[in-house]
């Protein structure tokens, strides 16, 4: 079994910074995919950031040149670095952990969840 525990949440203003950190209790993937989702009110979940095994990392466009996603080099901690934040970031944040077949980029389907943590930005 795998859990996911997100920390670094909270209340910011305009302009500020957050870093959320992600850990798992195990990876037990060889090859893997790690990603941010966050859930607005009223709006679905969806995913802002992804990394791989390799490092290689993929953003939404809603988020690019401003949040940052990396991970230790054993895929057990994520991070999210959150920089400029303006008030259409405030949502619940969520990390996520699936299996990658080598050769394929990561996809939309995640097996393991964290709880999720709320960022307000004002």
């Given at each position: 079994h795998v859990q996911l525990v997100e920390s670094g949440g909270g209340s910011v203003q305009a302009g500020g910074s957050l870093r959320l950190s992600c850990?798992?209790?195990r990876n037990p993937y060889r090859t893997y995919c790690m990603a941010w989702f966050r859930q607005g009110p009223g709006e679905e979940r969806g995913k802002i950031a992804n990394i791989d095994d390799l490092g290689r990392t993929t953003y939404a466009d809603s988020v690019?040149?401003?949040f940052t996603i990396s991970k230790d080099n054993a895929g057990n901690t994520l991070y999210l670095?959150?920089?400029s934040l303006n008030p259409e970031d405030t949502a619940?944040?969520?990390c996520a952990l699936q299996s990658r077949q080598?050769?394929?980029s990561c996809g939309a389907y995640y097996t393991?969840?964290?709880q999720g943590t709320q960022v307000t930005v004002s």
């Amino acid at each position: 079994h795998v859990q996911l525990v997100e920390s670094g949440g909270g209340s910011v203003q305009a302009g500020g910074s957050l870093r959320l950190s992600c850990a798992a209790s195990r990876n037990p993937y060889r090859t893997y995919c790690m990603a941010w989702f966050r859930q607005g009110p009223g709006e679905e979940r969806g995913k802002i950031a992804n990394i791989d095994d390799l490092g290689r990392t993929t953003y939404a466009d809603s988020v690019k040149g401003r949040f940052t996603i990396s991970k230790d080099n054993a895929g057990n901690t994520l991070y999210l670095q959150m920089n400029s934040l303006n008030p259409e970031d405030t949502a619940t944040y969520y990390c996520a952990l699936q299996s990658r077949q080598r050769g394929w980029s990561c996809g939309a389907y995640y097996t393991y969840w964290g709880q999720g943590t709320q960022v307000t930005v004002s």
